[in-house]
């Protein structure tokens, strides 16, 4: 229902700028495409934050599954931080301020692809890092391995990206991105909250 309903939204989008004479114009920044993304990156962030509180329930007597569950509080900050970046577009310039301070190009050289490239860097980091606790949620790892594809997709085509086309590719290809690591934090949510109900009816 998540994948189909931003897929409502992609097709929108486009269509609602076909009438304007932009096909892109509803995937530019503070547009339709962005709150919809934002908002999925806020119920997300909230779904870690939730999950987190219910593995303290679930583990609170084994320290070692206390310290692994330390992955979704870590995911709630950085998915409270994506939405900021996403609504407030923090990383947008960041490449011309870079040019600029360190190779002198006062021209944006649109390279915003790789500072969001970063996302990507952490998040391996994290999965090494926690591996035995994602481990744990196979269906989850899928939905996040699926989301992670479409978000390298939409880094390549963010790079050096100001056609009309290829802004729309990669803004769909965002959306895709986090309907899936939404869906994979859903999956997660549903499987601890069946623990701790298991845990109460016992």
Not at 124 to 133: A, G, T
């Amino acid at each position: 229902m998540v994948i189909l309903l931003n897929c409502l939204a992609i097709v929108g989008s486009i269509f609602m700028g076909l009438n304007l004479g932009d096909v892109s114009f509803f995937f530019q920044e503070r547009q339709s495409a962005t709150f919809v993304s934002a908002l999925q990156l806020a119920l997300t962030s909230f779904m870690a934050l939730f999950i987190y509180i219910l593995g303290r329930m679930i583990y609170k007597k084994e320290p070692e599954n206390l310290k692994l569950i330390r992955i979704w509080i870590i995911s709630a900050a950085i998915f409270s931080f994506a939405v900021i970046d996403e609504y407030f577009m923090l990383h947008e310039g960041i490449d011309g301020d870079i040019a600029t301070a360190f190779f002198g190009i006062t021209e944006n050289p649109h390279l915003d692809g790789l500072t969001l490239s970063l996302y990507g860097v952490v998040a391996i980091f994290l999965f090494f890092r926690f591996k035995e606790e994602l481990l744990k949620h196979r269906p989850a790892l899928s939905l996040f391995a699926i989301g992670g594809l479409f978000f390298l997709a939409s880094i390549t085509l963010d790079i050096k990206s100001t056609e009309q086309f290829r802004i729309v590719l990669e803004e769909s290809a965002k959306l895709i991105a986090v309907a899936f690591i939404f869906l994979g934090h859903a999956s997660v949510l549903i499987e601890n909250l069946r623990k701790v109900g298991q845990g109460l009816s016992r």
